[in-house]
């Protein structure tokens, strides 16, 4: 990976377009690259890594210089929670490096991610909630209402936890 990716590109020339904000900005820095590649979780695919493939491709993208790096969905997998506390017991992440971790917003869950990540010195947690509306009404029995409210009780269910470690530098994402 380039020490600085963002001069690899030159700047797309803005657009201008009515009523419209996006089209005429441009970036001036790179963006973020995070990595899903030791993502199995609830979406494992046949033959998960084993945790040895799952520490290997870790090194690897460390290697090239990822700075964010969803290692996994440890309250859905336990080979995900126990490669998160392998990775933080055995002081394997860089300094410069960022985990992220993937959680659906339902109370245990955040509570079973929260404790895989005890003692990571920084961490992105990443929530989400399906908003399709068949999923809103035949899975979580809930309106798009009762979907913001899901959304905010689990935004404070992070708040709540992460209030516990004010040692780890934390990131949320939704």
């Known amino acids: 990976m380039l020490k600085n990716p963002a001069t690899k590109y030159s700047a797309f020339p803005p657009i201008k377009i009515e009523n419209r904000q996006w089209p005429s900005q441009t970036i001036t820095q790179a963006p973020i690259w995070m990595s899903t590649d030791l993502r199995d979780g609830n979406q494992a695919i046949f033959e998960p890594m084993t945790m040895e493939q799952k520490l290997k491709m870790f090194h690897m993208l460390v290697k090239i210089g990822f700075k964010h790096i969803e290692i996994g969905f440890p309250s859905a997998s336990q080979i995900d929670f126990d490669f998160t506390r392998k990775l933080i017991e055995e002081n394997l992440i860089p300094e410069d490096v960022y985990i ?16 895989s990540l005890v003692d990571a010195k920084r961490a992105i947690v990443h929530i989400y909630n399906s908003n399709s509306p068949t999923f809103r009404q035949k899975v979580l ?19 709540e936890h992460a209030a516990q470690y004010p040692q780890t530098d934390w990131i949320f994402q939704y």
């Not at 992220?100 to 404790?115: K, S």
């Not at 029995?141 to 708040?159: F, M, Q, R, S, Y």
């Open 100 to 115: 992220e971790v993937l959680v659906q917003a339902r109370d245990h869950l955040i509570a079973r991610t929260f404790e």
């Open 141 to 159: 029995n809930v309106d798009a209402n009762g979907a913001k409210e899901l959304a905010i009780n689990a935004a404070t269910k992070v708040k």
